[in-house]
């Protein structure tokens, strides 16, 4: 079964606004990933935090933590059309079969 | 560098047909992974090797699929026969730091009719 579940499934937004993902998973994790897939592309990686941080920054992408919820968020900040993508996370259980588990993804599409 | 190469980029086969999917790592990386993505199951993982050593196969779907890395510079997924069921992009990924920062190949979209 999929570790990581994302929401939402699709997001629509103007260009400029910030876009907002949303990751929950199940089991106890050794860090959560993030990555982006553009139409017809493999995944691109974008950010991994570790179970022991809540919040990681990267150029125009935060991502949060919380490890009571078992849930990450990933915020890009203003959007451009160029961000138009599936994003997926993607987990390490803590215990169990070490395998890097991913979401569903959420297609973000940026509209000029 | 040139990225995980994988080979063919699309693939159309009759059912019963032998596929044989190639990838390329990235030079000196040592984990190597094969994903396959449909639109029901989402990404699956489906085998990884460590050191051209097979690790974990237990994703595998059935004995009709094989996977080999015979080298650190190459790896291929071997499908026999198929099936239509197995139409889906198979994608190649390595890295350098385990189940961290995965690099993914182009993928191989595979059309069983």
């Known amino acids: 079964s999929q570790q990581g579940e994302e929401d939402p499934q699709a997001l629509s937004i103007q260009e400029g606004e910030n876009a907002t993902m949303n990751c929950s998973y199940k089991?106890?994790?050794?860090?959560l990933q993030w990555y982006r897939q553009n139409s017809g592309r493999g995944l691109v990686h974008l950010i991994l935090?570790?179970?022991?941080?809540r919040e990681k920054h990267s150029g125009r992408l935060r991502v949060t933590l919380d490890t009571s919820k078992k849930s990450s968020s990933l915020l890009i900040t203003a959007s451009r059309a160029a961000d138009t993508a599936s994003y997926f996370c993607?987990?390490?259980?803590?215990?169990?079969?070490?395998?890097?588990?991913f979401g569903q993804g959420t297609r973000l599409t940026i509209n000029p | 560098d040139a990225g995980v190469i994988q080979s063919p980029r699309h693939e159309v086969t009759e059912m019963g047909q032998e596929v044989t999917l190639r990838c390329k790592p990235i030079?000196?990386?040592?984990?190597l992974f094969w994903y396959r993505q449909t639109m029901m199951r989402g990404l699956e993982l489906l085998i990884y090797?460590?050191?051209?050593?097979?690790?974990?196969d237990s994703g595998m779907p059935e004995d009709r699929f094989s996977a080999k890395m015979p080298n650190a510079s190459f790896s291929t997924l071997k499908i026999q026969p198929s099936e239509p069921r197995d139409s889906a992009v198979y994608f190649c990924?390595?890295?350098?730091?385990?189940?961290?920062?995965?690099?993914f190949g182009s993928g191989t979209q595979l059309s069983v009719l």
């Open positions: 090797f460590n050191n051209n050593v097979p690790i974990d």
């Open positions: 935090i570790r179970s022991n941080e």
């Open positions: 990924a390595s890295s350098l730091m385990g189940r961290e920062k995965l690099f």
């Open positions: 030079s000196g990386h040592d984990y």
């Open positions: 089991t106890s994790i050794n860090n």
């Open positions: 993607a987990t390490v259980p803590l215990q169990g079969a070490q395998k890097l588990v």
